[in-house]
C-alpha cells in the first residue's frame, strides 16, 4: 500500500478520526478526575489503543475498497447481468438500483457500439465495392484515349486526360478516407525508392502537366526512407495535383523536387517547391483541416480532402511536414522521414 493511497484514506475518513479524537479527550478528562495517580499510563494507552484502531480500520477500509474497485472495473469492461450481481453484492443493496441504472445504460451504449462498428464495416465493404466498380469504365476511358487519340483534337484529348485524372484522384481520396477511418489499417513498411515512384506519378500526371504548360525540375536522389509504397505514392500525387491546379497562368510555372539530408533535424527529406499562387498567411495554420478551402477564390473550387489525407497519412507513418507559403508567391512543402 503506498503512502499516497494511505493519506487519500485518512482523508476519507476524517470526519470519523475528528470524532474519535474527541471522544478520547473527554475520555482523557474523565480520567485525569477519576485517577489522576494513574492518570499518564491510561493516557498511553488509550493513544495507543487508538492509532492502532485507526491503523486497522484504515487497512480494512483499503482491502474492502480495493475488492470494489476490482468488481467495478469487470463490470464497466462487461456489463453483464452476472456481473452486475457481484457489483451489487460488493457495494451494498442500497445502491441496487444506482448500479442498475448505470448497467442498462452501459449495456445500451455496448449495443450501440457494437451498431455503429457494424455499420462501418459495411461502409468500408461498400467503399471498397465501389471503387473496384468505378475502376472498369476508369479502365475503358484509358483504353479509349489512348487507341482512339489519332481520332480527336489535340484539344479534346487533354480535357478528356484531365477529366480521367480527377477522376482518378477523387476515387483514391476516397479510397484513402475509408482506410485511414478504419478499425486497423494496414502498412506495408519497406526500403521504398522516392525516385522510382516520383517517375510513376509524374507520367500519370503528365497530360496534366503538359495542358497547364508546368515544368517540372527534378534534383531528386534515392534517400535511404522505410514506408509505405501506396500512401506514399498518394500522398506525392496529391501535393503535386495541388501544384498543378494552383499554378500561376500568368507566369512560366514549375514544380521544383529536392531530396536530401537535414543536418539540424537528422532526418531526410523530400522538398517540393512551386511558383504557384500560394497561400493566404491567415488560411495556412488550416491547410491539413478536413474541408477547408480557405478563401482563396480558385480554392472554393476544392473539396478540401486532399492536404487532410496527406497529413493523416504521414501522422500515421511519423513523417513531418513542415509548409511556407506567401500569397501569390509559392508554395512549400516539405517531408521529414522518420529514422531507421
Given at each position: 500500500m503506498k503512502l499516497r493511497d494511505w493519506l487519500t484514506l485518512v482523508k476519507l475518513s476524517r470526519a470519523w478520526i475528528v470524532l474519535l479524537c474527541i471522544n478520547n479527550a473527554f475520555f482523557i478528562f474523565l480520567a485525569w478526575v477519576a485517577y489522576p495517580e494513574t492518570f499518564k499510563l491510561l493516557v498511553g494507552i488509550m493513544i495507543v489503543f487508538s492509532i492502532a484502531s485507526i491503523v486497522l480500520a484504515i487497512f480494512h477500509v483499503w482491502k474492502g475498497q480495493t475488492k470494489q474497485d476490482k468488481v467495478f472495473y469487470k463490470f464497466l469492461r462487461d456489463p453483464s447481468p452476472e456481473q452486475e450481481s457481484g457489483l451489487i453484492q460488493s457495494i451494498g443493496e442500497i445502491q441496487k438500483e444506482k448500479v442498475n441504472d448505470l448497467a442498462n445504460k452501459l449495456r445500451m451504449l455496448n449495443d450501440q457500439i457494437d451498431e455503429v462498428k457494424l455499420r462501418s464495416l459495411d461502409y468500408e465493404d461498400f467503399i471498397e465495392s465501389w471503387v473496384h466498380e468505378i475502376k472498369t469504365p476508369i479502365s475503358l476511358l484509358n483504353f479509349v484515349l489512348h487507341n482512339r487519340k489519332e481520332e480527336m483534337s489535340e484539344l479534346v484529348y487533354q480535357r478528356l486526360e484531365h477529366a480521367k485524372i480527377n477522376i482518378n484522384d477523387n476515387v483514391e481520396q476516397i479510397l484513402f478516407y475509408a482506410r485511414l477511418?478504419?478499425?486497423?489499417?494496414?502498412?506495408?513498411?519497406?526500403?521504398?525508392?522516392?525516385?522510382?515512384?516520383?517517375?510513376?506519378?509524374?507520367?500519370?500526371?503528365?497530360?496534366?502537366?503538359?495542358?497547364?504548360?508546368?515544368?517540372?525540375?527534378?534534383?531528386?536522389?534515392?534517400?535511404?526512407?522505410?514506408?509505405?509504397?501506396?500512401?506514399?505514392?498518394?500522398?506525392?500525387?496529391?501535393?503535386?495535383?495541388?501544384?498543378?491546379?494552383?499554378?500561376?497562368?500568368?507566369?512560366?510555372?514549375?514544380?521544383?523536387?529536392?531530396?536530401?539530408?537535414?543536418?539540424?533535424?537528422?532526418?531526410?527529406?523530400?522538398?517540393?517547391?512551386?511558383?504557384?499562387?500560394?497561400?493566404?498567411?491567415?488560411?495556412?495554420?488550416?491547410?491539413?483541416?478536413?474541408?477547408?478551402?480557405?478563401?482563396?477564390?480558385?480554392?472554393?473550387?476544392?473539396?478540401?480532402?486532399?492536404?487532410?489525407?496527406?497529413?493523416?497519412?504521414?501522422?500515421?507513418?511519423?513523417?513531418?511536414?513542415?509548409?511556407?507559403?506567401?500569397?501569390?508567391?509559392?508554395?512549400?512543402?516539405?517531408?521529414?522521414?522518420?529514422?531507421?
Open positions: 477511418h478504419a478499425a486497423h489499417v494496414d502498412y506495408k513498411l519497406e526500403r521504398v525508392s522516392i525516385n522510382h515512384y516520383f517517375e510513376d506519378v509524374l507520367l500519370e500526371l503528365q497530360s496534366l502537366l503538359d495542358e497547364k504548360d508546368v515544368k517540372v525540375i527534378s534534383q531528386i536522389e534515392d534517400v535511404p526512407i522505410v514506408s509505405d509504397e501506396r500512401a506514399l505514392q498518394f500522398i506525392f500525387k496529391q501535393i503535386l495535383v495541388n501544384a498543378v491546379k494552383y499554378s500561376n497562368e500568368k507566369i512560366e510555372s514549375f514544380i521544383w523536387l529536392k531530396t536530401g539530408f537535414d543536418i539540424v533535424k537528422n532526418q531526410y527529406y523530400l522538398r517540393i517547391c512551386d511558383n504557384g499562387i500560394g497561400v493566404l498567411n491567415s488560411d495556412l495554420p488550416f491547410i491539413f483541416d478536413k474541408g477547408f478551402t480557405g478563401d482563396n477564390t480558385k480554392r472554393k473550387q476544392s473539396t478540401g480532402i486532399g492536404l487532410y489525407l496527406v497529413k493523416k497519412l504521414c501522422d500515421e507513418l511519423q513523417i513531418e511536414i513542415d509548409v511556407e507559403s506567401k500569397y501569390e508567391d509559392g508554395f512549400v512543402i516539405q517531408f521529414l522521414f522518420p529514422e531507421i
